[in-house]
């Protein structure tokens, strides 16, 4: 993409960055052959999320047979058909992976996925969660607090062996998160489809279908959707754990 005047609307600040598509720059993935992709939020960043969320650009050898040590990995389909263990992951289907369970994924060239990967935290004296296989259109949808317009989709069960949520939230045009949230729970966010404003800590920023936006603890947010169409953005956060 050309930028004959140096301008993006990508920022790094230290409770919320933005990293617009224009920016992307692909790289090896670790835990994966052949497989490139770009990391869009990171420890690495300051200062560092407690999760990592990445692109995965498929191709004909593109293989991943587990995350690293102790960690979950949420993969989500944002196009394209995956292979999870044999099993086809069409463009909006998803899968949990708990940590240390190997599996074999494979994206062939033409899809693309979205991955969120977290250090799991075990309870005391209970295991980890199953593998959970689902789609978006089959999870459990709501009007977020009795707006019809905001409807909220939970990809994961909210059970306390889960340590983190992935969700999906589908905005009519000109429909908004209610209030300004502020929040201990941090968020990675990838917008799906449509456009509008988030609000990021004191910056209102215009957004639209293929931007990422890390938002660290007690950033805080709020979003108007815009435009003609509906715009979903599908978004991480950490639950059920103490934060001391
Ligand atoms: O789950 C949430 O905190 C969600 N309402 N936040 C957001 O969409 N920015
Ligand atoms: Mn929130």
Same mark, same amino acid.
């Given at each position: 993409?050309?930028?004959?005047?140096?301008?993006?609307?990508?920022?790094?600040?230290?409770?919320?960055?933005?990293?617009?598509?224009?920016?992307?720059?692909?790289?090896?993935?670790?835990g994966?052959?052949?497989a490139?992709?770009v990391?869009?939020?990171s420890?690495?960043?300051q200062?560092?999320?407690?999760?990592?969320q990445?692109?995965?650009?498929?191709?004909?050898?593109?293989?991943?047979?587990?995350?690293?040590a102790?960690?979950?990995?949420?993969?989500?389909v944002?196009?394209g058909?995956?292979?999870?263990?044999g099993?086809?992951?069409?463009?909006?289907?998803?899968?949990w992976?708990?940590?240390?369970?190997?599996?074999?994924?494979?994206?062939?060239?033409?899809?693309?996925?979205?991955?969120?990967?977290?250090?799991?935290?075990?309870?005391?004296a209970?295991a980890?969660? !199953?593998?959970? =296989?689902?789609? %978006? @259109?089959k999870?459990?949808?709501?009007?977020?607090? /009795? #707006?019809?317009?905001?409807?909220? &989709?939970?990809?994961?069960?909210?059970?306390?062996?889960?340590?983190?949520?992935?969700?999906?939230?589908?905005?009519?045009?000109?429909?908004?998160?209610p209030?300004?949230?502020?929040?201990?729970?941090?968020?990675?966010?990838?917008?799906?489809? !449509?456009?509008? =404003?988030y609000? %990021? @800590?004191?910056?209102?920023?215009?957004?639209?279908? /293929? #931007?990422?936006?890390?938002m660290? &603890?007690?950033?805080?947010?709020?979003?108007?959707?815009?435009?003609?169409?509906?715009?979903?953005?599908?978004?991480?956060?950490?639950?059920?754990?103490?934060?001391?």
């Open positions: 993409m050309n930028s004959p005047y140096g301008s993006t609307r990508t920022l790094v600040r230290p409770t919320h960055a933005l990293i617009a598509p224009d920016g992307h720059v692909s790289s090896p993935l670790s994966w052959q052949d490139s992709g990391v869009l939020i420890p690495v960043m200062p560092g999320p407690r999760f990592v990445y692109l995965v650009h498929g191709s004909r050898d593109a293989r991943s047979v587990g995350a690293a102790g960690v979950q990995r949420l993969v989500y944002l196009e058909e995956a292979q999870l263990d099993q086809a992951l069409a463009a909006d289907a998803f899968a992976l708990p940590p240390d369970e190997p599996h074999d994924l494979r994206p062939p060239e033409g899809t693309t996925l979205l991955v969120f990967e977290k250090r799991y935290q075990p309870l005391p209970e980890a969660p !199953g593998r959970v =296989v689902g789609t %978006l @259109a999870a459990p949808s709501e009007a977020f607090l /009795g #707006d019809p317009d905001a409807v909220l &989709s939970t990809l994961l069960p909210i059970t306390p062996g889960f340590d983190m949520a992935v969700n999906v939230f589908t905005y009519q045009p000109g429909a908004t998160l209030f300004v949230e502020t929040h201990v729970m941090e968020h990675g966010l990838y917008m799906k489809s !449509g456009q509008g =404003v609000r %990021l @800590a004191d910056e209102w920023m215009p957004v639209a279908k /293929g #931007d990422a936006i890390w660290a &603890s007690y950033c805080t947010q709020w979003f108007v959707a815009m435009g003609k169409r509906p715009a979903a953005y599908i978004y991480y956060k950490d639950i059920h754990r103490d934060p001391l």
